[in-house]
């Protein structure tokens, strides 16, 4: 990057349920455009909003269930919405039923098809906008080896899949539906060398140094968190691993709940 003055946008994203993938896409279209509005060249999503993406492949009576719920508690809902997403809601406990469950089945029989549709909307963005954008991390079928990991995707203006990265460090948010990852690897892109670092991986020094021996020139943490206490620890993390490699970082965080949390 030498001293090129560099522009980027951090997308504080709420981890919405879609009801189509045209809906999702435009949701994140939305971002871009303010993004594009201040000149941003690296646009950075959090961790596991791509996870939202899933629900408009989901077919069957399930899906329509959760759909109908956050319809219904959107901001602009009707009444009749409103008292449909409350039915639903209720109908959702007495099936014991929940969405990651759901999710786990789809990765299984359809894994391939998620990382497809997933690469086809943040390439298309990225070349929309003619950014180099850190697409938001879900669960998918590593390129590599088709192991289903959590993953970020790299995409560069011209909308080519850069690289990813899979989150490494065990959690136990992840070990029913994920595997961890291997390594870490620095992405070569059009704004510079790029360090990925997901979810608690950040509070590990040695991730960092691992990233900085390899050339990283900035280190992009992602995250996504229930409760301020962990945003304000893994926050904590990312500007120690700023500090002990002396490098620029940036970091997108999703905070709060949302469906995919195990029940």
């Given at each position: ?114 990382w497809r549709t997933y690469s086809d909307i943040f390439g298309k963005l990225a070349k929309e906008f003619r950014v180099t954008l850190v697409a938001p991390s879900a669960y998918m079928p590593d390129p590599r080896d088709g192991v289903i990991r959590n993953i970020a995707g790299v995409f560069g203006p011209n909308g080519e899949l850069n690289g990813h990265q899979a989150k490494v460090m065990k959690q136990a948010d992840d070990a029913d539906i994920a595997k961890p990852g291997s390594h870490w690897d620095v992405i070569a ?75």
């Open positions: 990057m030498g001293n090129e003055k560099l522009i980027v946008a951090c997308v504080q994203q709420r981890l919405r349920l879609p009801q189509s993938i045209e809906d999702y896409t435009d949701d994140a279209r939305r971002f871009l455009r303010i993004a594009d509005s201040k000149r941003a060249r690296l646009v950075v999503f959090p961790e596991l909003a791509g996870m939202s993406l899933t629900l408009p492949l989901l077919a069957g009576f399930r899906a329509t269930l959760f759909k109908r719920i956050d319809a219904g508690r959107r901001r602009s809902a009707s009444l009749s919405d409103r008292i449909a997403g409350a039915l639903a809601e209720r109908m959702t406990t007495w099936l014991k039923t929940d969405l990651r469950s759901s999710l786990k089945g789809l990765l299984d029989v359809e894994g391939e098809r998620v892109t059009e704004v510079g060398l790029l360090g990925v670092i997901l979810g608690n991986d950040v509070l590990y020094p040695e991730v960092g140094r691992v990233l900085a021996y390899q050339g990283a020139e900035m280190l992009v943490a992602q995250a996504a968190c229930q409760h301020p206490a962990m945003y304000n620890k893994l926050r904590a993390g990312i500007l120690a691993r700023m500090q002990d490699n002396q490098l620029f970082c940036v970091a997108s965080f999703a905070i709060g709940g949302h469906e995919f949390n195990r029940q």
